[in-house]
């Protein structure tokens, strides 16, 4: 498996965990936004059956993370709040190119980068909260979170291997990454995903 080539700084887990009833419902869009990605995925390619197999799978598991985020939520009286763009994921779809294979193929790949990098950071949250003795149980959902959307960075980045040859498919994602480190390097700090 490929890696990032950029770290979130720890103090942005800090404040996360600092500001969670202001987190979470920035994160439960993304889990949403997610699940609507891949059904998304499901109706333009419905004649790549395997994709479709597996993205029914994803949207899924990501609505299911929507819903556990959401009892999070309604357990401590936080409310769901109205869309915000997420800039992280809009300035990697301004690098998506529009037409056919080449469409296919940036849209996998940028999904499993996404999903590398809600792994990455779900898991900071994870260990974060560990260190802080009220929140256990949340720690613990946001480790099982992170092994999720590893599995979910792997199912994307699989579908770009069956349906592109691997050179293709490995020199696009060099260019990817390089984009997605400056994007990320440039992100406040503040409590959302992104
Ligand atoms: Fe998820
Ligand atoms: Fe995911």
């Known amino acids: 498996m490929y890696k990032l080539r950029a770290d979130t700084p720890d103090k942005w887990a800090v404040h996360v965990a600092d500001h969670l009833d202001?987190?979470?419902?920035?994160?439960?869009?993304?889990?949403?936004?997610?699940?609507?990605?891949?059904?998304?995925?499901?109706?333009r390619y419905s004649d790549k059956l395997d994709l479709v197999d597996a993205m029914i799978e994803v949207a899924r598991e990501e609505l299911e993370h929507y819903h556990q985020v959401f009892h999070i939520m309604r357990d401590r009286g936080v409310g769901l709040e109205?869309?915000?763009?997420?800039?992280?994921?809009?300035?990697?779809?301004?690098?998506?190119?529009?037409?056919?294979?080449?469409?296919?193929?940036?849209?996998?790949?940028?999904?499993?980068?996404?999903?590398?990098?809600?792994?990455?950071?779900?898991?900071?949250?994870?260990?974060?909260?560990?260190?802080r003795s009220d929140d256990a149980e949340l720690a613990e959902f946001y480790r099982v979170l992170a092994a999720s959307e590893a599995k979910h960075r792997g199912d994307f980045y699989e579908l770009a291997l069956q349906y592109f040859d691997r050179p293709v498919v490995e020199g696009r994602l060099e260019e990817f990454l390089d984009v997605e480190a400056d994007i990320v390097e440039q992100l406040p700090i503040r409590a959302a995903l992104h």
């Open 82 to 131: 109205p869309d915000e763009p997420d800039p992280y994921v809009n300035a990697l779809l301004d690098h998506s190119r529009s037409t056919g294979g080449d469409r296919l193929l940036d849209r996998l790949l940028l999904g499993s980068i996404i999903e590398f990098r809600g792994c990455e950071r779900f898991a900071m949250i994870g260990r974060e909260l560990a260190k």
């Open 22 to 43: 202001e987190f979470l419902p920035d994160h439960a869009a993304a889990e949403r936004k997610a699940s609507a990605n891949a059904m998304h995925m499901v109706v």
